[in-house]
């Protein structure tokens, strides 16, 4: 290979060209980290896009080259050199192969697939990579080029890639670990490109105080809409009378809620953090704990389910002012007829969370807390799968205190990019097909857990309802910290979790924390929740054996492979 061969070679074509690009990559391959970027076939598809791929791939890769085919070549020229950074020659002889890199330093080469014979092309591709760049006149001609493209005014129009490479790069890494790894972790999930397009719109330019049709600056008649129809298909989907789709975390719709409707030092009545509730629900290091005077329930001893009998006698004894249902590990179905209940004798107000099983609501995999609940708030990641933010269901009766609360009360302009990526995660969430996913995740988390637990490994409670469980490591020669860190060598992303009852502190518990969601997302089901309740047992029982893990590792890099979600991003 020549001493000045660039690390990564990039070749596309459009339809005009694929026969000379196969042609070539047979020849390339061989002595180049040659990378095809398309097109698969001779179907007529549109040039500038593969242009545009292959160009922002060239700027974002440190030491790489390109070569673009069509079937003149002056398309994919035109189009390349559109990008900053990018000087795509179009060459036709050895000579002009020769300049493009002697005196223009390009860092494309265009083809013409129905000018060039693939002999003749070869040739020029390989001529223009051995040749090395003069320098010293040609570089003061092409600072004159850049210096006009970097001083335009259309800079506003240049990709991540070309303004921020080092941001580029962190997220093609992230997207890298996503797709290689099999993450486990219960809170998240994969949202689709439908949703990250709408994520990243224009839509994040605009500020919209206020409320469809009642706002506080002009312009907002597109994302008055689209406020109108994330809030309309949030209550088509849960059955309720009142959705406010503005508030920007789980975190932030349950302190609305409070704050609606409670004076601060009244009592709440919560689920124990450390029997599985969440930071939110009353724990003393939260806003929660801190404005309110916060009693707990917890889990039964002997089996690690919700005794609501016992509820019943904390709340007749402590009185509250709200009872709080819900959970972020607990993985029983949750009794919300029984809450009503309790909350009725009570005299209290019952808010439900159900951030964590939100989409298995909407498929039926969990029974609704809508006709029981006053509140009810959720987080739209998750199960449900849409953007991280959050979300107030209500009774119509507390609409006007929830919305008054969220704004002006806490929050200014909502994020109008994340409203519309909601209202599209919401309008998926009403396909069969979701719906599907959201059982199947339900079947693949007890089919794992069982799976565990023929092993030997102790599951909290002796298994789950719903998408998540946790693993007791109590027994196993690993705690918490270090199953996470053994788990995520060997590709497998989960987090250390306490279990009830837990005599670790926090920070490195006795337990680790399973979800399903983005494996049932990804198309995984029964056969491949076997093959990763192998993984995982062979880790957490020789968490230091770095054979195991190598091994591990290659078998769940090999099946994310055959369960693609980003690959068209990399």
């Not at 593969?50 to 890769?61: C, E, G, M, P, S």
């Not at 002009?96 to 020029?124: D, F, Y």
């Amino acid at each position: 290979m020549p001493e000045n061969t660039p690390k990564t070679l990039f070749i596309a074509s459009d339809h005009g060209g694929y026969p000379l690009k196969e042609s070539l990559k047979n020849s390339l391959s061989k002595q180049y980290n040659l990378h095809d970027l398309g097109t698969d076939s001779e179907a007529s598809v549109d040039y500038p896009e593969l242009a545009h791929a292959l160009a922002d791939k060239v700027v974002a890769t440190p030491d790489a080259s390109g070569i673009l085919i069509c079937g003149t070549g002056i398309g994919m020229s035109i189009t390349a050199n559109r990008h900053r950074d990018i000087r795509a020659a179009l060459v036709h002889n050895k000579f002009t192969a020769q300049m493009a890199k002697e005196h223009n330093n390009a860092n494309i080469i265009v083809l013409g697939g129905r000018v060039l014979e693939p002999t003749m092309a070869l040739e020029l591709v390989k001529i223009w990579m051995s040749c090395k760049y003069e320098g010293g006149r040609h570089q003061q001609r092409l600072d004159l080029i850049d210096r006009r493209n970097r001083n335009s005014n259309r800079n506003i129009a240049a990709p991540l890639s070309e303004v921020d490479p080092e941001i580029s790069q962190l997220i093609r890494q992230e997207t890298e670990r996503e797709e290689s790894k099999l993450i486990m972790i219960a809170s998240e999930n994969c949202v689709s490109q439908a949703i990250l397009d709408a994520h990243g719109s224009v839509m994040t330019n605009k500020y919209a105080e206020g409320y469809p049709g009642k706002r506080y600056y002009g312009g907002c008649q597109f994302v008055d809409q689209a406020e109108q129809l994330a809030i309309d298909r949030a209550i088509s989907l849960f059955g309720a009378d009142h959705a406010n789709v503005q508030p920007l975390s789980g975190s932030g719709a349950n302190m609305a809620v409070y704050l609606s409707v409670l004076k601060v030092g009244d009592t709440i009545l919560g689920m124990n953090l450390a029997h599985g509730g969440h930071l939110t629900h009353g724990s003393p290091v939260s806003f929660s704990g801190q404005l309110y005077h916060s009693v707990f329930y917890g889990v039964d001893p002997e089996t690690e389910k919700l005794d609501y009998d016992t509820i019943e006698e904390i709340a007749l004894r402590e009185q509250p002012r709200m009872i709080v249902a819900g959970a972020s590990s607990y993985s029983r179905t949750l009794d919300f007829p029984r809450f009503r209940e309790i909350a009725d004798k009570v005299g209290a107000m019952l808010m439900v969370d159900i951030a964590h099983i939100a989409g298995l609501i909407v498929a039926g995999a969990h029974p609704s807390p809508i006709p029981y609940a006053d509140f009810v708030t959720t987080t739209t990641h998750k199960t449900l799968r849409g953007p991280r933010g959050g979300m107030i269901l209500c009774r119509q009766k507390y609409a006007a205190s929830i919305d008054k609360t969220i704004f002006p009360g806490m929050q200014g302009g909502p994020l109008m990019h994340t409203i519309a990526a909601k209202a599209v995660a919401f309008k998926e969430a009403m396909s069969e097909e979701f719906k599907e996913v959201q059982k199947q995740t339900v079947i693949n988390a007890a089919f794992l857990a069982n799976q565990l637990q023929e092993k030997g490994l102790r599951i909290v409670s002796g298994g789950t309802d719903n998408h998540l469980f946790l693993i007791d490591l109590t027994n196993l020669p690993v705690n918490g910290k270090g199953a996470e860190e053994a788990l995520d060598n060997a590709g497998i992303t989960a987090n250390k979790n306490g279990i009830p009852f837990d005599p670790r502190n926090p920070a490195d518990p006795s337990g680790i924390r399973i979800g399903t969601p983005i494996a049932s997302t990804r198309g995984m089901r029964e056969a491949e929740m076997k093959i990763v309740a192998d993984c995982i047992e062979k880790v957490l029982k020789n968490p230091e054996d770095g054979n195991i893990s190598k091994e591990v590792r290659t078998t769940i890099r090999e099946l994310c492979a055959r369960f693609p979600v980003y690959s068209h991003l990399l």
